[in-house]
């Protein structure tokens, strides 16, 4: 028997919605494969990841995925595949590597970690390092953090970028998560003043500007700032505002400006009408998915500890908004990807 780190593929059989068995294509070399498991996945289709990210996570695949309510017509969809665009790895609640088999036997095949601060920095880049392409990472400091910006900072994420070492540079598709945050009820946040938010925004948009990054862009509570920098940096800086809950002024800013919008799991939550709107109003070149995982799990996972696999539950409900079919958003929001994140490797083949 070939032992299991000289499999090249692993592959899955999946029962569908109504019993009917589909089995990926075996390769010419069949004794380099190995069947791991069972599981109903609906429309999602097989996956094919390396074995070192799946021989320690068989239990998941017995798991009956139908739990993710978005099968519709009982047929495989093999090249139906989504990238979460922000996901918080090193903060995730299950080990990383079963939830990167997880995702990716749902489909959810590339995800980017995020950088916030410079203590978690060298955690996402040895994932991007390590786990390249499917795994890609951004580096930068969060408006929470923004105190910790300095030019040593910049200094060392300028030296990542531009590194020799090709397995370290390769990983680095963008600058974030920076931007402004001025959400602070009663004071009980204890945030950064504004004046050092909007220096360690604008010195970041620099960095990107200069090492030719897209950037990873958080605002909350703080339209105004957010448009007029935004304005500052047109046709200089690209990139997406994540997790976008603002105002549908600052969504027009931002697509006139050149930037993207990437739409979490909150748009699923009762509450999200004006949300709804903005997605609604979106070009479909300029949307993204993402999870923010492990925080805002969408409808029905609210309440749970979120995770890149759950990234589908939002895209269904993007495509119901946009009145399009969850085909036609996973690939308009992977051609979205390979335009904003040149460096991100969408080679699956």
């Not at 294509?25 to 004794?31: E, F, H, I, V």
């Not at 994540?242 to 909150?266: E, R, Y």
């Not at 500890?305 to 969850?326: M, R």
Request: aromatic share 8%; proline share 5%; glycine share 6%.
């Amino acid at each position: 028997m070939v032992p299991p780190q000289h499999y090249d593929h692993v592959i899955f059989m999946f029962s569908f919605f109504r019993g009917v068995a589909g089995l990926i294509p075996r390769p010419a070399d069949a004794s380099k494969v190995r069947l791991i498991g069972v599981a109903n996945f609906g429309a999602f289709g097989p996956a094919r990841i390396p074995w070192g990210r799946a021989s320690k996570v068989k239990e998941v695949y017995s798991h009956d995925f139908s739990v993710h309510g978005l099968r519709k017509s009982g047929r495989l969809l093999l090249d139906m595949k989504f990238i979460d665009v922000h996901v918080h790895l090193d903060k995730l609640k299950t080990p990383f590597e079963e939830a990167l088999a997880s995702a990716a036997a749902c489909g959810v095949t590339r995800v980017i970690t995020i950088g916030t601060e410079p203590a978690d920095h060298p955690v996402v880049l040895g994932y991007a390092k390590k786990y390249f392409p499917q795994v890609a990472c951004t580096l930068g400091i969060h408006p929470h953090e923004a105190q910790l910006w300095s030019e040593d900072v910049g200094a060392w994420i300028r030296s990542k970028v531009l590194s020799e070492d090709a397995e370290e540079s390769r990983g680095i598709v963008a600058v974030g998560e920076i931007g402004l945050d001025y959400y602070d009820e009663n004071g009980a946040r204890n945030l950064p003043s504004k004046d050092i938010q909007r220096n360690a925004f604008r010195r970041q948009m620099d960095l990107a500007e200069e090492l030719g990054l897209p950037v990873e862009i958080h605002t909350r509570d703080a339209d105004d700032d957010c448009a007029m920098i935004l304005n500052e940096y047109r046709g200089r800086v690209t990139g997406l505002l994540h997790c976008f809950t603002s105002s549908m002024a600052l969504a027009k800013t931002a697509v006139d400006c050149g930037f993207d919008i990437s739409i979490s799991g909150v748009v699923t939550f009762k509450n999200a009408v004006a949300l709804r709107e903005v997605v609604q109003f979106l070009p479909l070149s300029n949307l993204h998915v993402e999870t923010d995982a492990p925080f805002l799990a969408p409808v029905p996972q609210r309440g749970k500890s979120n995770l890149p696999e759950f990234v589908l539950h939002t895209a269904q409900f993007v495509a119901d908004l946009k009145g399009i079919s969850l085909d036609e958003l996973s690939r308009a929001t992977r051609a979205n990807a390979k335009r904003l994140f040149p460096k991100l490797s969408m080679d699956e083949s």
